[in-house]
């Protein structure tokens, strides 16, 4: 009877330590974009020559706000945090997206955002540029 208990106790030790175990947190990674080309389907161009420097900018954007029209000299790309928004090229290709969707951006491609929808639109957008030139021009 006693080495029956023993055993029992030593079982729901073994278990408990197994349902711990599982019960530990882990790092999740979730790939958002991992490509050559932008979202209309143009290939990325090389990078700029020059001393290479990383903007990283939070952009919110108004509901109903349409932003200029606009091309980056640089490659880019984000995740759209809160709310959706529609990216459309000068020659009508259109992107919608909605919170937690990436977006590698169109380099050297007349564009604009729009917030069509009833709260902010929060993006995160990383840009590899070089020292001294901008990322952004408006038309």
Request: hydrophobic residues 40%.
């Amino acid at each position: 009877m006693k080495k029956t208990i023993i055993g029992i106790c030593f079982l729901i030790s073994v278990a408990g330590h197994v349902f711990a175990q599982e019960a530990k947190p882990s790092v999740k990674v979730e790939q958002l974009a991992k490509t050559t080309h932008s979202w209309d389907g143009k290939e990325l161009p090389r990078y700029k020559e020059g001393k290479p420097e990383i903007t990283i900018l939070k952009i919110t954007i108004p509901p109903k706000m349409k932003l200029p029209l606009h091309t980056h000299p640089v490659i880019n790309a984000g995740v759209l945090l809160k709310g959706e928004l529609t990216v459309t090229t000068e020659d009508e290709k259109i992107l919608h997206l909605k919170a937690g969707q990436g977006i590698v951006e169109v380099v050297d491609t007349w564009h604009y955002g729009m917030n069509n929808g009833s709260e902010p639109a929060e993006i995160i957008v990383f840009y590899a540029g070089v020292l001294g030139k901008p990322i952004t021009v408006k038309k």
